[in-house]
């Protein structure tokens, strides 16, 4: 079971950057595919970004493609999402997601979150 703890939200104006980062521990890393989601108040949790396990391939949400890049490094069990761009909807709860895939079953396992606020 891996264990996940984000960092590197804030406060950021419309326009800023920030980078996340999620360090994972109590598992081998690189056989999760790991993704970043968020839930901004009211609203359900959304996908934000994915990458495999190899890192050799990703996948985003319309809404931050161009703005976001997701990446992974296996030797630091570390995934980051590098957010540019930011915009006032990019307010959120950002949270850190490992999924192991044995056949058909999948093991999802979440980090506490890190809050972004974009405001002028």
């Known amino acids: 079971q891996v264990q996940l703890v984000e960092s590197g939200g804030g406060l950021v104006q419309p326009g800023g950057s920030l980078r996340l980062s999620c360090a994972a521990s109590?598992?081998?890393?690189?056989?999760?595919?790991m993704g970043w989601y968020r839930q901004a108040p009211g609203k359900q949790r959304e996908l934000v970004a994915v990458?495999?396990?190899?890192?050799?391939?990703?996948n985003y949400a319309d809404s931050v493609k161009g703005r976001f890049t997701i990446s992974r490094d296996n030797a630091k069990n570390t995934v980051y999402l590098q957010m540019n761009s930011l915009k006032l909807e990019d307010t959120a709860v950002y949270y850190c997601?490992?999924?192991?895939?044995?056949?058909?079953?999948?093991?999802?396992?979440w980090g506490q979150g890190t809050q972004v606020t974009v405001s002028s």
């Open positions: 997601n490992g999924r192991r895939t044995r056949g058909p079953s999948k093991d999802d396992y």
């Open positions: 109590g598992s081998i890393f690189s056989i999760y595919t």
């Open positions: 990458i495999s396990t190899a890192g050799d391939n990703t």
